[in-house]
């Protein structure tokens, strides 16, 4: 048993050790964002440099996905951590996981910048070019939620995501309204669909992150928003 002398300077040590893997996830969800920037701008502008430096850096994201995992096991490991920062620790390992996969998103967008090639026109005409501003616009809301414990910036996402959904689905009408008009826009076209799945997937993620922000401040279960948030807080 730790001693009146030890346990405070354990504590200590245990919220070094949080605040170490804080910052962490910061710098991981800077790059990702840096990631994401550079991808969509590379598939709305056909910029094959910026498409080969998202491919380049990918293993730097991995890099950071390998250190939080194994700070998060760390702590787990050798401390004994209270109720909120169990909290903390499980929302930081599934943004991380988030994190990964988004920059994953990024590094198959930037694949698509080839193929599409002299048709950009098409994202713009059939609505990818705004999906991909509220997308990316999601993320970057949910990963300042996150930096700064806003809960009610996260919420915000919840309604945000059908948009996106709403967009894709006109989107894909729309080019397949495009593969029937023209067949030389059939390849395009369904580049162009690679293109909303990853999109789409990306609102996804960022509304996942915002659920684990509202998991971090309000210790609430947001999965599947429903009605009536599950608290994971004692019972008065």
């Not at 401040?217 to 994971?232: G, T």
């Given at each position: 048993?730790?001693?009146?002398?030890?346990?405070?300077?354990?504590?200590?040590?245990?919220?070094?050790?949080?605040?170490?893997?804080?910052?962490?996830?910061?710098?991981?969800?800077?790059?990702?964002?840096?990631?994401?920037?550079?991808?969509?701008?590379?598939?709305?502008?056909?910029?094959?440099?910026?498409?080969?430096?998202?491919?380049?850096?990918?293993?730097?994201?991995?890099?950071?996905?390998?250190?939080?995992?194994?700070?998060?096991?760390?702590?787990?490991?050798?401390?004994?951590?209270?109720a909120i920062d169990l909290r903390m620790l499980i929302a930081a390992m599934r943004i991380?996981?988030?994190?990964?996969?988004?920059?994953?998103?990024?590094?198959?967008?930037?694949?698509?910048?080839?193929?599409?090639?002299?048709?950009?026109?098409?994202?713009?005409?059939?609505?990818?070019?705004?999906?991909?501003?509220?997308?990316?616009?999601?993320?970057?809301?949910?990963?300042?939620?996150?930096?700064?414990?806003?809960?009610?910036?996260?919420?915000?996402?919840?309604?945000?995501?059908?948009?996106?959904?709403?967009?894709?689905?006109?989107?894909?009408?729309?080019?397949?309204?495009?593969?029937?008009?023209?067949?030389?826009?059939?390849?395009?076209?369904?580049?162009?669909?690679?293109?909303?799945?990853?999109?789409?997937?990306l609102a996804d993620h960022a509304t996942n992150i915002a659920e684990d922000v509202v998991?971090?401040?309000?210790?609430?279960?947001?999965?599947?928003?429903?009605?009536?948030?599950?608290?994971?807080?004692?019972?008065?």
């Amino acid at each position: 048993m730790a001693t009146l002398s030890t346990t405070p300077r354990i504590h200590r040590h245990f919220e070094d050790e949080l605040e170490k893997l804080r910052a962490l996830l910061i710098r991981m969800g800077s790059l990702v964002d840096e990631q994401v920037e550079l991808a969509t701008r590379a598939v709305l502008q056909t910029d094959m440099e910026a498409a080969r430096f998202v491919l380049k850096r990918e293993a730097r994201v991995n890099e950071y996905d390998l250190m939080v995992d194994g700070l998060c096991q760390r702590i787990l490991a050798l401390t004994q951590p209270v109720a909120i920062d169990l909290r903390m620790l499980i929302a930081a390992m599934r943004i991380d996981s988030e994190f990964e996969r988004i920059g994953d998103i990024a590094v198959n967008l930037a694949e698509r910048v080839e193929p599409l090639a002299g048709y950009t026109e098409i994202l713009e005409r059939v609505g990818i070019k705004n999906m991909i501003a509220e997308a990316t616009k999601m993320f970057r809301d949910a990963f300042d939620a996150f930096i700064n414990n806003d809960a009610e910036l996260a919420r915000s996402l919840f309604d945000r995501d059908d948009t996106v959904d709403e967009i894709a689905r006109q989107a894909f009408e729309k080019l397949i309204a495009e593969m029937k008009s023209d067949p030389g826009h059939i390849e395009p076209a369904a580049h162009a669909m690679v293109v909303i799945r990853h999109v789409e997937r990306l609102a996804d993620h960022a509304t996942n992150i915002a659920e684990d922000v509202v998991f971090i401040v309000e210790a609430k279960m947001m999965k599947h928003h429903l009605p009536e948030d599950i608290s994971l807080k004692d019972e008065d």
